[in-house]
T-cell receptor, first 119, second 111 residues
């Protein structure tokens, strides 16, 4: 139990569907993240939230829309996705925003991910 | 262009053998982390190294941060099937909140 729970674990959707991924952390952390992991690329940071405010948006297409209603919950709303968006979507949290250097105490706690297939 | 290059991409060895995997970059990092990701799960942090030349041991795993803080290695002694997984190196980059990852080494240990 990592303390970060993602639902659903698996999702199959058509290109015209609208769906949402949910992430909940039970660790009392202040920062939450969405990462995308696909077979051909390394983990890609998508969004970062700190105390419910978005602090990073890495040029992610608008068909991905994050929402952070409180410091424990993070959503990723999906609409009109493309087949190339099929990937494992990982949520992570950290106590606070990671400083420029990782000094040994800062680390990411990941959920188990949502395996998304877009048909 | 990938900032963190990991090699090899795939490695399959017999139980009991030793192995080393590498994480290399042309950039200097203030620190570096290693994560292990098992099938169907998210990555789990193994270690953080922060000083050039630093060596850390975690049971049969030995991690080294290069003197110039551009590279790192992970050595596993007497590999066991439980070591199977995707090994990822990660480092802080650019902004205060951005951690970049290498593409990983997928390790398989045959019984």
């Amino acid at each position: 139990e990592t303390g970060v729970t993602q639902t659903p674990r698996h999702l199959v959707m058509g290109m015209t569907n609208k769906k949402s991924l949910k992430c909940e952390q039970h660790l009392g952390h202040n920062a939450m993240y969405w990462y995308k992991q696909s077979a051909k690329k390394p983990l890609e940071l998508m969004f970062v939230y700190s105390l419910e405010e978005r602090v990073e948006n890495n040029s992610v297409p608008s068909r991905f829309s994050p929402e952070c209603p409180n410091s424990s919950h993070l959503f990723l709303h999906l609409h009109t996705l493309q087949p190339e968006d099929s990937a494992l979507y990982l949520c992570a949290s950290s106590q606070d925003l990671l400083d420029r250097g990782l000094l040994g105490n800062e680390k990411l706690f990941f959920g188990s991910g949502t395996q998304l297939s877009v048909l | 262009t990938q900032l963190l290059e990991q090699s090899p991409q795939f490695l399959s060895i017999q139980e009991g053998e030793n192995l080393t995997v590498y994480c290399n970059s042309s950039s200097v990092f203030s620190s570096l982390q290693w994560y292990r990701q098992e099938p169907g799960e998210g990555p789990v942090l193994l270690v953080t190294v922060v000083t050039g030349g630093e060596v850390k041991k975690l049971k049969r795993l030995t991690f080294q941060f290069g003197d110039a803080r551009k590279d790192s290695s992970l050595h596993i002694t007497a590999a066991q099937p439980g070591d199977t997984g995707l090994y990822l190196c990660a480092a802080p980059y650019s902004s205060a909140s951005k951690i970049i990852f290498g593409s990983g080494t997928r390790l398989s240990i045959r019984p």
